[in-house]
Nanobody, 126 residues
């Protein structure tokens, strides 16, 4: 089992930056892929970014366009999402997720995301 707790959301002006954190706990938390998803009001949850257990591979949604960076610090059992050049359309609840498969060399939107956090609200104002 993996437990996930997000933090770092808030209100930011368009063009600004924000860093989200996801603290993971559980015996296997450092061995699984981690990712970020988001859900805007009235829309389906969408993939944002993901990183493998060792940080050697990261995958991003096309809309990120180099603005976001995912990273992890396994010594702290924490995954980060650094967001820059934020836009109004980035407003959403951001969820941290973990895969149920350990030690994979690739993580994708279709990976088995079996663990989820409660989400943190990000609001971008123009």
């Amino acid at each position: 089992q993996v437990q996930l707790v997000e933090s770092g959301g808030g209100l930011v002006q368009a063009g600004g930056s924000l860093r989200l954190s996801c603290a993971a706990s559980g015996r296997t938390s450092s061995s699984v892929g981690m990712g970020w998803f988001r859900q805007a009001p009235g829309k389906e949850r969408q993939f944002v970014a993901a990183i493998t257990w060792n940080g050697n591979y990261a995958h991003y949604a096309d809309f990120v366009s180099g603005r976001f960076t995912i990273s992890r610090d396994n010594s702290k059992n924490t995954v980060y999402l650094q967001m820059t050049s934020l836009k109004d359309e980035d407003t959403a609840v951001y969820y941290c997720a973990a895969t149920t498969r350990a030690y994979t060399s690739v993580v994708l939107p279709t990976s088995p995301w079996g663990y989820w956090g409660q989400g943190t609200q990000v609001t971008v104002s123009s």
